[in-house]
């Protein structure tokens, strides 16, 4: 998700700039960019089916078990606040006016590096099978830890 995000903004920012109202209009002016941009900010926002949304999942369940209720109310505030900030350049995007109709070129390698991004972000979201299995202690660990 972060490394969609920052791929996005640096092909952005070596053509137009890095601020906030460098990505207004991108919709018009590079709608592949913006798509990139748009799947980035609602998988870190934690829309459902989306790598983000399984992490802010795991997280949850986590500080549920431990019965941490403090840390999941300031948890869901802060994924909250979260949601205003990333869909602030999502309406950027593609709500203001652009102010320059100059697309912004990107390259085959950089195209084909975002795609696979953007499918593991969905396909982590949708099937996060490997995740839980790389994050499994084996038995045999525990196993060795205990007197």
């Not at 109310?73 to 350049?89: D, E, P, S």
Request: glycine letters at 6%; charged letters at 10%.
């Amino acid at each position: 998700m972060t490394l969609l995000c920052f791929s996005v903004l640096i092909v952005v920012a070596n053509h137009t700039g890095e601020q906030l109202e460098d990505f207004d209009g991108l919709g018009k002016r590079s709608p592949f960019l913006a798509f990139a941009m748009l799947i980035g900010m609602i998988s870190l926002a934690g829309v459902p089916f989306t790598a983000g949304f399984f992490a802010k999942l795991l997280i949850f369940d986590a500080a549920i078990q431990q019965h941490q209720t403090a840390l999941v109310v300031i948890g869901v505030f802060t994924v909250a606040c979260g949601f205003y900030y990333y869909l602030k350049i999502v309406r950027a995007m593609y709500w203001h006016s652009p102010v320059s109709m100059a697309t912004i070129p990107v390259s085959a390698l950089s195209q084909v590096a975002m795609i696979a991004l953007m499918a593991g972000i969905f396909w982590l979201g949708i099937y996060p099978k490997p995740i839980l299995e790389a994050l499994r202690v084996p038995p045999q660990t525990l196993a060795a830890k205990t007197p």
